[in-house]
């Protein structure tokens, strides 16, 4: 996937060519991101918190044993679901609303 540094120097780069790092803001949030080739302008894919990666967990569980019953598959979505909205507010916590 190629990627234009739209903030940056506006030279496109290979999104497989750029390593995804992370660091660490204050209450063990992890911001993830990736940092342009060229220009080191930094791009941020997503925040992720504790209850959010044992939430992460469990999905990764559930997916790895099948889901066989409509109540297995109903907790995966729901569970899913969770997850993109807690994304979500964390992104707003950072970066306030846009
Ligand atoms: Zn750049």
């Given at each position: 996937m190629k990627i234009q540094c739209e903030l940056g120097c506006s030279k496109i780069f290979e999104l497989n060519d750029v390593a995804a790092k992370f660091q660490y803001l204050p209450k063990k949030v992890e911001r993830h991101y990736i940092e342009c080739?060229?220009?080191?302008?930094?791009?941020?894919?997503?925040?992720?918190?504790?209850?959010?990666?044992?939430?992460?967990?469990?999905?990764?569980?559930?997916?790895?044993?099948g889901m066989h019953t409509t109540k297995q598959k109903n907790k995966f979505t729901q569970m899913k679901g969770q997850l993109g909205i807690m994304m979500d507010q964390?992104?707003?916590?950072h970066e306030g609303n846009d």
């Amino acid at each position: 996937m190629k990627i234009q540094c739209e903030l940056g120097c506006s030279k496109i780069f290979e999104l497989n060519d750029v390593a995804a790092k992370f660091q660490y803001l204050p209450k063990k949030v992890e911001r993830h991101y990736i940092e342009c080739p060229h220009c080191q302008k930094q791009y941020t894919s997503y925040y992720l918190n504790e209850p959010m990666k044992v939430l992460q967990r469990k999905i990764r569980t559930l997916s790895e044993k099948g889901m066989h019953t409509t109540k297995q598959k109903n907790k995966f979505t729901q569970m899913k679901g969770q997850l993109g909205i807690m994304m979500d507010q964390l992104k707003k916590d950072h970066e306030g609303n846009d």
